[in-house]
């Protein structure tokens, strides 16, 4: 490598770059039907100690996201562009060997469905110490003890007596453990957790996020919440990210995107959200319609065709013309939206707010 | 384990005797329904009419009439605990249990035409189910990594090519290629392997390849369609998430699983062709279970009948009960 080139860990116009950056990445899927645009000009920045968290409707391209930060889809027909960079490291267009020796180890990853997301072959145990073999050059016996201490620290009770269990013989609680016990038993820098409480009981969804940000706050990782839970967001996470139809349409800290969200999607879903602070008797506002199709997405912004507020734009921009990812009032906030962000501020304190 | 073990074992023996019990009524019952004694099948051509003395005392002789369960516990005795057969005029044949009786049609003990012909069946099933195994399973595999790739189309074309060509066509085929053109196998008489290996290996190189061929193509295809559905659930996703080796994802967390349904297949494949491989061995003139039944099925040789059917009957049991107690090895749900 010629020493001119600039370290990777700097950026063109000279900033440091963060501990994981996403710029304007895409992830298309050719199809028999057409081009099904999955995530289309994705960008964010999370540096460590961070948590992220990522929200939309299912098929928004939360997980498509993940699993391209993992590289996930290297040798699918996906085709991706656009870049991710992990700590200097370029992943977009890195070979599946380099990205390889970062999963697992630098980035570790937490499913949805942790029955199906483990073997059922084999036990809890091996699958966890074969996570950490791969990484780190131990024996087999050093291995399970890691292991061993790796599931009493999730908090399965008797732990070197359930190393040998299979995962039917888990709860849907532990077997989530077991899954976090395994992304995290290498230590990795950044973890990504794809929904992971939605196949749980309510009671032990908490559990497990607890033991997410206790296990983030001791190994001062990067994490990237995927949920489409906003009550799991306004606990757990710093920032937020709200996609809808593969873009990112507002993102900002989470105080921000909860007391002053600006994009109607967001006002969306916070109407659509029950809230024990409320009246019981106000009735949910759900959002009309349902998503996009991500083959033909709608032209300008991708929102119009349920947006209630188009008419507040002059003209016919919301169809026509895209909108950009605007900086909002503070920084950090973005918004893709047409209206002008002072009139955007008044209908959500006037019109919202207030019905919330 | 052993409960279930035991159990199983319980459960196949209650088949077996089924088993017995209905192949015993059908040879025995259905002549008389047709107004035919057994005798004749019994021992062939009976020179006397059916209402003389002689004929009579033939019937007596061979305990036809003789209420069935007598007759019946006459014949599963003989199975479990051996007899002495006898005609009443030369001197009576020891014959030891398991003891399926005497062709009179063939001057031999059934049990003994029987034991003859099993290492030969046994020698081209084992060679060929092998090779179907490991290349069936290959090609499968190679298909589903990359499907609608050039080696999936061409492996999935030639096992269709493979699944369509019968043995009988396969089978000539190769005799007057290898056999008659090139000359590569001049002489392919069978010699059992423990006096002529070399010869056992040349007699069984083309029946292995005509019968592997024809199932390789079925297990290529098989294979195929369970590894496509294995490697798209989620816990190969997870195996590549921890950052494990293309190879070990494919092997020992993709094959691992998609394999297990192809065991059932598998022992019920070798189960049904030990005593069915009739068109390769009658092909290929090789002495086996096959070709003896055919031939006393064209001889109407009842006792061989007999004892070929509950041979097979048997080896089809054995081999489900394989596959049972191996299947609860192989997958952990499967509770015992």
């Known amino acids: 490598m010629s020493s001119t080139l600039p370290s990777p860990a700097i950026r063109a116009d000279g900033r440091k770059r963060a501990f994981l950056e996403v710029n304007d990445l895409r992830v298309h899927f050719p199809t028999a039907d057409g081009l099904v645009k999955s995530v289309d000009g994705l960008s964010f920045d999370l540096e460590r100690g961070e948590i992220l968290g990522i929200v939309g409707e299912s098929g928004s391209g939360k997980s498509v996201t993940s699993l391209a930060i993992l590289g996930l889809h290297k040798g699918s027909n996906a085709k991706v562009t656009g870049e991710i960079w992990l700590d200097g490291r370029e992943i977009v267009g890195a070979t599946e060997d380099e990205v390889r020796e970062l999963r697992g180890s630098e980035m570790g990853m937490i499913f949805q469905d942790p029955l199906s997301s483990l073997h059922p072959f084999y036990s809890v145990g091996t699958q966890i110490s074969e996570a950490y073999l791969v990484h780190t050059k131990v024996s087999k016996k050093d291995a399970k003890a890691e292991a061993i201490r790796m599931l009493e620290k999730v908090g399965i009770p008797n732990a070197p007596g359930r190393y040998n269990d299979y995962p039917h013989q888990f709860s849907g609680g532990m077997r989530q453990r077991a899954m976090i016990a395994m992304a995290l038993i290498c230590k990795p820098r950044l973890l990504i957790a794809d929904e992971p409480t939605t196949a749980l009981d309510v009671t032990v969804q908490a559990q497990i996020l607890e033991l997410i940000k206790e296990l983030h706050d001791e190994l001062n990782s990067a994490v990237i919440l995927i949920t489409h839970d906003l009550g799991v967001v306004a606990e757990t996470c710093d920032k937020v990210l709200v996609m809808y139809g593969g873009q990112c349409v507002e993102k900002g800290r989470v105080d921000e995107l909860f007391y002053e969200p600006e994009m109607p999607y967001t006002w969306g879903l916070l109407r659509s959200m029950p809230r024990m602070d409320r009246d019981r008797q106000t009735r949910l506002t759900p959002i009309p319609g349902s998503p996009p199709s991500l083959i033909n997405v709608p032209s300008g912004c991708v929102f119009n065709t349920r947006c209630p507020f188009t008419d507040r734009v002059d003209g016919d921009k919301c169809r026509t013309e895209h909108p950009n990812l605007e900086l909002g009032v503070t920084p950090g906030h973005a918004v893709r939206c047409h209206i002008p962000a002072a009139q955007r501020q008044e209908i959500w304190l006037t019109e919202i707010s207030p019905s919330l | ?336």
Not at chain 2, 119 to 125: G, N, Q, Y
Not at chain 2, 196 to 207: F, K, N, T, V, Y
């Open chain 2, 1 to 336: 384990m052993v409960r279930f073990i035991i159990l199983r074992l319980l459960g196949a023996l209650f088949v077996v005797w089924i088993v017995s019990v209905v192949t015993f009524l059908l040879f025995q019952v259905v002549p008389t329904l047709t107004d035919t004694s057994p005798v004749y099948y019994y021992i062939g051509k009976v020179p006397f009419p059916p209402d003389s003395i002689q004929f009579k005392a033939l019937v007596h002789r061979f305990g036809f009439d003789l209420p069935l369960y007598a007759q019946y516990w006459h014949f599963l005795s003989g199975i479990l605990f051996g007899q002495n057969i006898t005609d009443g005029v030369s001197t009576p044949i020891s014959c030891p249990a398991p003891c399926f009786g005497y062709s009179f049609r063939q001057n031999e003990l059934v049990g003994t035409m029987i034991l003859n012909a099993t290492p030969v069946s046994i020698s081209l099933l084992v060679g060929a189910a092998i090779l179907w195994l490991v290349g069936g399973v290959a090609v499968g595999t190679l298909s589903a990594l990359k499907p609608g790739s050039f080696v999936d189309r061409v492996g999935m074309t030639s096992s269709l090519a493979a699944v369509s060509l019968p043995i009988f066509f396969t089978g000539p085929v190769l005799l007057l290629i290898f056999e008659y053109t090139l000359g590569w196998l001049p002489d392919t008489s069978y010699a059992p392997i423990s006096e002529d290996p070399a010869q056992w290996l040349r007699s069984m190189i083309l029946p292995w390849l005509s019968l592997a061929f024809l199932f390789a193509a079925l297990y290529a295809r098989i294979t195929r369609s369970n590894m496509i559905e294995t490697m798209g659930e989620d816990y190969i996703r997870t195996a590549r998430a921890k950052g494990l080796a293309r190879r070990t994802v494919v092997v020992k967390h993709g094959l691992r699983a998609a394999l297990t349904p192809i065991v059932t297949i598998f022992g019920i494949d070798v189960g049904t062709l030990i005593g069915s491989t009739i068109i390769t061995e009658t092909v290929f003139n090789l002495r086996g279970i096959g070709y003896l039944s055919i031939k006393s099925i064209q001889q109407q040789d009842l006792p061989v009948i007999l004892g070929v059917t509950i041979v097979a009957a048997v080896a089809l049991v054995v081999a489900n009960l394989i596959v049972d107690i191996l299947y609860a090895v192989i997958d952990p749900r499967v509770t015992v």
